[in-house]
């Protein structure tokens, strides 16, 4: 019998294989329609993570059955393109910036990332020229000179590979073993978390996509997650509406001693630390693990390799492991009709720290996880098959079941809902997203 993919994820958290048969699924056919296994990832990902929530929720409730968990699959592909979905008082989000995307080398494709206002500037110094001269610059150019010059001015930029290419680079050679992720109990430290004393408490360091999706995740099942971020690299707004339901964002300049102090007071009382920096980034200011913690650091390559300390994001993952190639063709590189790696490695990411929590509570112990992107295409590209092509007769999608509405201090909002429920789970977020940075960096 074939193994699913919901049961491969499953077993890689380390999951009682028994608790997959309260799942089950429905929904509409033939969404996030690809050449690769898009939409079996997606949904994968989104009932681990369901799974993982109702196993911890009927622990935490004192050891009762673990609630079944429907998965629908309208839910889940309206949620992998949220910040698709997303209108801010009538208004279509901005998604990607202008200099964010493919470009022609002399010699090839290269693919840029621009969103962030740094990120752009060191583009530009990087080639040398203004954003009108972009195109040109990069025509004269090889898209591996591109790739090495715009990485050493501090920017991004990936050229186009095959998949052949991904599995002979080093980068590629370091994740291509293993499992999707990965979960360590580092000490028998007792758990943080004990019965009566208030809710979950997520130190939330990340930004974009993946990471703020799984904290977003932790939110809804009633965590208390304070996102914290240096005051100088403020948020993209669209991207702060779409990720920020049910928590509150404060910003900390942690090379200041007293913000660095309040850093320490925060960590000293959370229960876990989610980071999506490059690893070894944050070494600098000190430990960042205390006994009983539960630590996720998220990465865009991983951490071995050559570039487990470089930069990165889904579009650059997909460029540079052969998914835009498989997913369009040389003359024209396509993309996933969704960033799946983004959300498929923040409900991995989610599902991991529920498991972990979960354990905890018996067995104790500092925990930690360490899921990356380019794990995550990997286990799309070479562990899932390839699915059928899409019923020529298929009925249109339309997302509006799984559209809601809120107001609060970003205006009018029309967001996606949660495709992560159970039996007796929560079925929205508590609080509406705020303005970034507008919370005190204190616990509630």
């Known amino acids: 019998m074939t193994t699913s993919a919901t049961e491969l994820l499953w077993a890689a958290l380390d999951g009682d294989p028994g608790l997959t048969g309260r799942l089950s699924y429905g929904g509409p056919p033939g969404l996030l329609a690809a050449r690769l296994p898009v939409m079996e990832l997606a949904r994968a990902t989104v009932a681990v993570c369901a799974l993982a929530a109702a196993e911890y929720a009927a622990a935490a409730g004192g050891d009762g059955p673990v609630p079944a968990v429907r998965v629908d699959d309208g839910a889940v592909a309206t949620a992998f393109v949220s910040e698709r979905r997303l209108l801010v008082d009538g208004r279509a989000p901005v998604v990607f910036a202008p200099l964010s995307r493919f470009w022609r080398t002399s010699d090839g494709w ?201 930069r990165g994001f889904d579009s650059l993952v997909q460029a540079a492991t052969g998914i835009a190639l498989l997913e369009g063709s040389p003359e024209r590189p396509g993309a996933l009709p969704a960033q799946a790696l983004d959300h498929g490695t923040g409900y991995l990411l989610a599902a991991a720290v529920l498991r972990s929590l979960t354990e905890q509570r018996s067995d104790g112990g500092t925990r930690l996880v360490r899921p990356a992107l380019a794990r995550t295409a990997r286990f799309l590209t070479h562990v899932l098959p390839r699915p059928a092509p899409p019923a020529a007769d298929a009925v249109p999608y339309a997302p509006g079941p799984w559209l809601s509405e809120s107001a609060g201090p970003l205006g009018r909002l029309r967001h996606a809902r949660s495709p992560v429920s159970y039996d007796g789970g929560p079925e929205d977020w508590a609080r509406p997203p705020g303005v970034w940075g507008g919370d005190a960096a204190a616990w509630t």
Do not use: C, M
């Open 110 to 310: 290269v693919r840029t990332h621009a969103n962030y206002p740094h990120h752009r500037a060191a583009l530009l110094a990087a080639l040398d020229t203004d954003e009108a001269g972009v195109e040109s610059a990069l025509a004269e150019r090889r898209a591996l000179d591109v790739e090495e010059a715009v990485y050493a001015a501090g920017g991004l930029a990936v050229a186009l590979r095959t998949p052949e290419e991904w599995a002979a680079h080093p980068q590629g050679a370091a994740v291509a073993d293993g499992p999707p992720l990965t979960r360590e109990r580092l000490d028998d430290a007792p758990p943080r978390r004990r019965r009566g004393s208030g809710p979950l408490r997520v130190l939330d360091l990340t930004r974009v996509i993946a990471g703020p999706v799984a904290t977003r995740t932790l939110a809804l099942l009633g965590a208390d997650v304070l996102r914290i971020d240096p005051p100088r690299l403020p948020e993209l707004p669209d991207q702060h509406a779409d990720t920020g339901f049910g928590k509150r964002s404060a910003t900390l300049d942690l090379d200041r001693p007293a913000d660095r102090r309040t850093f320490d007071e925060l960590l000293d009382r959370a229960d876990v630390l989610v980071t999506g920096y490059r690893p070894g980034a944050l070494d600098r200011f000190g430990p960042t693990t205390r006994p009983g913690l539960v630590v996720a650091r998220l990465s865009a390559w991983g951490d071995d390799g050559p570039w487990s300390g470089r």
